[in-house]
């Protein structure tokens, strides 16, 4: 088989470099390991986990009602349902996938695929094996989640992010190893779900990469419905009894204690070892990353890498904006990575969204800044939600006015914080946010009334002048 771009990895950033370089007119090629598109987000992450925390939201949500004089039953899980509608929304985007590459004439093999040469890849399905021959390709084939050998991993009670979403059964009492986004979104469902949760985790807070006034709200809520938060703690050993797994952790103050299952949520490490990268001259370094320039290319000028494999973070947007511009790029368009930032979102209860420079980098490297932190306690739309607990903040140059970041902690803090991005990304100053009328009662003028507070004009709050 000869095609002109060849696409290794069926993933976001894969089928999107596939579909937009079809659009431009070549002949694509799209190599996929598994039988369906999508890759782990579409299959076994970020569609399947939302659609489960969703149902937790509404299991919680119900709960929380109590307080408005409207009290329900206890819910009734049928597992078998559940998981039914989980894979009916991961199958009807795939199948949706399927049809796109169909109509634009992306050829789709299924096989794992490893580099023979500089211009051929070689595809094995089982007992079948087809080489092909391509002009340019584009290596988007992802990572995978970080296990620690000393566990004992053949043992089916200790469960690794997939294992958790395929929710064979609902454990009376979990461990969750990381306080990082996947370890607290498992939480969040399993805890919904009816599960007795603990979470421990090496540095001295939840969700580390964030500041810790957006991290608060959420910390102050979970620590009095999980069992126990290990922070700046390590678990050391794992050992499989009949009766569940026995963990070990650093330190005196916590003995040994058994659960019924761990999920292991450390982190993921990029796949770029798995390929045969070197027989195509591609540099892939000890940790599996590929580097790359801001035009996706490797040290290789007609092959490219895109998504987790060429760094962190490793999400999913930031795969796609890569997947068309190395598409792009081979079509003959001048285009690169310019994004000012790309945003992260914990979509736990409550959610935290956060974009652009972080308040902890700020301080890091002396840089001045303005900073206005709203608290939901003071908005309306948030109180009549009987959600008071989140704040929204905004970072600003203190010389210039020019939006630096911000951050959302609270109910649809991922779907509030794109207005912040945009801000950023068209250079946005303070007063033109604080300017921006923003629709009453809702929850997105909490970050107006942030800019309000670093411009002093707002009435919504008391602030002693200076």
């Given at each position: 088989?000869?095609?002109e ?22 002949k ?22 939302k ?22 039953a ?30 634009r ?16 890849l ?9 080489q ?7 290596i ?42 996947i370890?607290?979104?498992m ?12 979470i ?81 001259g ?20 007609h ?31 001048p ?17 935290i ?19 206005g ?18 704040v ?14 911000a ?5 649809n ?14 250079g946005?100053?303070?007063?033109d ?18 800019a ?14 200076r």
């Amino acid at each position: 088989m000869k095609t002109e771009v060849l696409v290794l990895g069926g993933g976001p950033g894969g089928y999107t470099a596939a579909f937009r370089a079809a659009d431009l007119g070549k002949k694509v090629t799209l190599v996929e390991r598994y039988p369906v598109l999508g890759g782990v987000c579409l299959n076994v992450g970020c569609i399947p986990s939302k659609a489960l925390l969703h149902v937790a939201h509404t299991i919680n949500e119900a709960k929380e009602s109590s307080h408005a004089g409207v009290t329900f039953a206890a819910p009734e899980i049928n597992l078998d349902k559940l998981r039914e509608h989980k894979s009916k929304i991961s199958n009807g985007l795939s199948t949706g996938l399927a049809g796109l590459a169909k109509q634009r004439g992306v050829t789709v093999v299924q096989g794992l695929g490893q580099f023979v040469s500089a211009n051929s890849l070689q595809v094995t399905n089982g007992d079948k094996s087809e080489q092909i021959e391509f002009e340019q390709a584009i290596i988007a084939v992802g990572s995978q989640a970080v296990k620690i050998p000393s566990f004992p991993n053949d043992d089916k009670r200790l469960m690794d992010s997939t294992d958790a979403l395929a929710l064979e059964s609902v454990p009376e009492k979990l461990l969750i190893i990381g306080g990082g986004i996947i370890g607290l979104e498992m939480a969040t469902v399993y805890h919904a779900l009816g599960s007795k949760i603990s979470i421990v985790e090496m540095q001295d807070q939840i969700i580390p990469g964030c500041d810790k006034d957006l991290v608060r709200p959420l910390m102050q809520k979970i620590k009095d419905q999980y069992e126990k938060i290990l922070l700046s703690t390590a678990v050391e050993k794992i050992e499989a009894l009949p009766e569940g797994l026995k963990v070990s952790f650093s330190g005196d103050k916590n003995p040994p204690e058994l659960f019924d299952k761990v999920l292991v949520a450390i982190g993921r490490r990029p796949n770029g070892k798995l390929i045969a990268a070197d027989k195509a001259g591609v540099n892939v370094d000890e940790r599996g990353f590929i580097a790359v320039d801001k035009q996706m290319r490797t040290n290789v000028p007609h092959i490219y890498a895109i998504g987790d494999v060429v760094g962190n973070p490793m999400l999913a947007h930031k795969a796609v904006h890569e997947g068309k511009i190395a598409a792009e790029v081979i079509a003959g368009m001048p285009s690169q990575w310019q994004a000012l930032t790309i945003p992260s979102v914990a979509y736990t209860d409550p959610e935290i969204a956060w974009m652009g420079l972080t308040e902890n980098a700020a301080k890091a490297e002396g840089i001045e800044y303005e900073k206005g932190a709203f608290p939901w306690a003071a908005s309306g739309r948030s109180l009549s939600m009987g959600r008071k607990e989140g704040v929204t903040k905004l970072l600003s140059d203190k010389k210039t006015g020019r939006i630096l970041g911000a951050g959302i902690t609270g109910a649809n803090a991922g779907e509030l914080i794109a207005e912040a991005v945009l801000a950023l990304e068209m250079g946005a100053y303070v007063e033109d946010i604080a300017l921006t009328i923003h629709a009453h009662p809702t929850l997105a003028e909490t970050l107006g009334f942030a800019a309000e507070m670093i411009e002093g004009s707002i009435t919504d709050l008391f602030i002693k002048k200076r």
